[in-house]
């Protein structure tokens, strides 16, 4: 049975009811949260982990509550996969993005989940697979996003908008 994985980033609001119903209803059918940053509120960070399994790295927007409790990058292991997860935690334009988060994931990995553009993105640099949740805050220039992943085999992921 595939473990189902909740991948979201640049989320920027204090709890959890200010997410879409959308992304409510799909945290009740998951087994794991995964968040790559920019909460900006401790709150949020405390809702999400009591509710699933949680992994998550502090981002660039974050308060020094949020860095003092979560790290600056993380590694797990899924069903024998490796997923580096990284924000940047500097922030900065997004050009090159994928070279400066590979740079903080030191370790070797088979995938690497970032945010910080909120632009969803799935594609692959040698063997490596990056995922970019986009952003679960309603935005302007992108849609609401996050990354639906299904590890058994291999790593299935489908980006939503919400």
Excluded: W
Excluded at 38 to 67: P, R, W
Excluded at 83 to 108: C, T, Y
Excluded at 145 to 160: A, E, G, Q, R
Aim: aromatic share 8%; proline share 6%; glycine share 6%.
């Amino acid at each position: 049975m595939p473990i189902k994985v909740l991948v979201l980033s640049d989320t920027h609001c204090e709890s959890i009811k200010q997410l879409s119903p959308k992304l409510l209803y799909e945290i009740e059918n998951v087994d794991i949260i995964i968040h790559a940053g920019d909460y900006t509120h401790i709150s949020l960070v405390e809702e999400l982990a009591s509710l699933k399994t949680f992994y998550g790295v502090y981002g660039n927007m974050d308060s020094y509550e949020i860095k003092n409790r979560l790290p600056e990058k993380l590694v797990i292991e899924l069903e024998g996969f490796k997923i580096g997860i990284a924000h940047p935690s500097e922030g900065g334009p997004p050009f090159g993005i994928k070279k400066r988060v590979k740079a903080l994931i030191k370790e070797k990995t088979d995938a690497i989940v970032f945010g910080h553009t909120h632009k969803a993105e799935l594609s692959r640099v040698g063997d490596i697979l990056y995922m970019n949740p986009g952003s679960a805050k309603s935005s302007f220039l992108h849609p609401q996003t996050y990354i639906l992943l299904d590890v058994s085999d291999k790593l299935y992921p489908k980006i939503v908008k919400i």
